[in-house]
């Protein structure tokens, strides 16, 4: 299969990358950096999460962030929701798109959600019965799908099954989630294949995390059978708590300069793209994760 001529990125670094940060981030970088994003051409930005703060005390002020940004005609600004009540504070803040997730791994979702897989899909049947009568589309994320930190492997079929799952509740998109960046390219490719024959192609998107240096070898395996909706965050933010060792996700700039290079379509300005990661790492205190990145920030210098 031909590889897509366009790619729609979904920036996740303001709400996956920031939540892993061990200080809480002021919420004027926070506006700044998805008002900057925005006008770098990210179309679909992940901006905050309405989990309990006790739990992830850095997304505590995702209300007031919904509230102080410039929301951009064109640009879809998401948040996850994780139950009836997240929902409801992302209604009332006037959000379009939640997203909900699981795991592949029963292992994973006892240890992150308190639940069994079966109970989270439970969770969520309320939750995207609200959205949809509501006018709000609701995509799913399949977390551990290419290994778990608690079980080890994860069985393909799993993955498949809770993508099925998510998608016949109702999400117009799955996300299939290498949560700790332990995912190789053939598995990836074959991973993703098998959840793109049951649900459609147009359905289903990637999340790859970069711990092994491999996440970007992982978009281009899966760019070979078709997949177009790819999830990234701008320097590389972010990491996982669960996993000692993990980095961050693939960094948005490194995506989209290998994407330039194929001549895939993606309307993200690099330069601004870079600038808007150099801003949120410089009021991190460190420099971005990506590659490309630092190359840029070195001619700039």
Not at 14 to 42: F, H, S, T
Not at 61 to 72: F, M, N, P, Q, W
Not at 116 to 133: H, M
Request: include cysteine; proline fraction near 5%.
């Amino acid at each position: 299969m031909a590889r897509p001529a366009s790619v729609r990125i979904v920036e996740v670094g303001p709400r996956d990358g920031l939540q892993n940060e061990p200080g809480i981030v002021p919420l004027a970088a926070k506006v700044a950096l998805i008002d900057a994003l925005a006008d770098a051409g990210l179309r679909m930005i992940e901006a905050g999460s309405f989990v309990s703060p006790k739990w992830v005390p850095q997304m505590a002020d995702t209300a007031e962030v919904l509230g102080s940004i410039d929301r951009r005609p064109g640009v879809r600004y998401t948040v996850l929701a994780p139950n009836l009540k997240g929902l409801e504070l992302a209604l009332a803040c006037g959000i379009e798109e939640v997203a909900v997730f699981t795991a592949a791994s029963e292992a994973f979702t006892q240890k992150n959600i308190n639940c069994t897989i079966a109970e989270s899909l439970e969770r969520f049947t309320p939750l995207i019965d609200l959205a949809r009568a509501r006018g709000v589309a609701v995509r799913g994320y399949v977390s551990c799908a290419l290994g778990c930190p608690y079980q080890g492997e994860v069985p393909m079929a799993k993955v498949v099954e809770v993508s099925e799952a998510l998608t016949a509740m109702g999400c117009y998109e799955v996300s299939v989630s290498d949560t700790i960046g332990v995912g190789t390219p053939d598995k990836a490719q074959a991973v993703t294949g098998a959840v793109a024959d049951r649900i459609g192609l147009e359905r289903t998107a990637i999340h790859f995390h970069d711990t092994y240096g491999q996440a970007l070898a992982n978009v281009l395996a899966c760019l070979d059978i078709g997949v177009s909706s790819v999830d990234s965050a701008v320097a590389g933010l972010g990491g996982c708590p669960y996993a000692k060792g993990a980095s961050g996700n693939l960094a948005t700039e490194d995506l989209v300069y290998m994407l330039n290079g194929l001549g895939i379509e993606t309307g993200v300005d690099l330069d601004r793209l870079a600038a808007a990661g150099r801003a949120i790492t410089a009021a991190l205190g460190r420099a971005p994760a990506s590659k490309v990145a630092q190359a840029l920030a070195a001619t700039c210098a």
